[in-house]
């Protein structure tokens, strides 16, 4: 029995590799976990974050959400950035403030790192 656990693992394992994409020069922005989230953030500086748009997103960002901003992830993992004029890519750190009386009940807040440099 534990051979044929063995034999179907190996052969799993060889399909998903001759059936995986090779890699291409644009890297994470190829993945189906990243998507451009760049409409769904609102500048904390814009009156509408706190009236219209007061359940998106806050970015703190030299560049406010006129820049492209991603998002990956995967299982519950990933992270944010922000890719500037210059085409780097800036981590964005989030922070989740409370927002109401319940638990659940928060707003985050992304602030732009300029001294991480992400090579995407």
Not at 22 to 28: H, K, R, V, Y
Not at 96 to 117: E, H
Request: glycine share 8%; proline share 8%.
């Amino acid at each position: 029995m534990i051979k044929k656990i063995i034999a179907a693992s190996a052969l799993a394992l060889g399909t998903t590799a001759l059936a995986a994409t090779p890699a291409s020069a644009d890297g994470i922005y190829d993945s189906p976990f990243t998507s451009e989230n760049t409409e769904h953030y609102v500048s904390a500086f814009d009156p509408a974050a706190y009236g219209t748009r007061g359940s998106d997103p806050l970015i703190i960002s030299p560049y406010g959400a006129n820049q492209p901003i991603y998002s990956w992830s995967f299982h519950g993992q990933g992270q944010t950035w922000q890719v500037d004029p210059a085409g780097q890519a800036h981590l964005l750190r989030s922070i989740q403030l409370p927002a109401g009386s319940s638990t659940y009940a928060f707003r985050t807040i992304s602030v732009f790192d300029p001294f991480t440099v992400l090579d995407y």
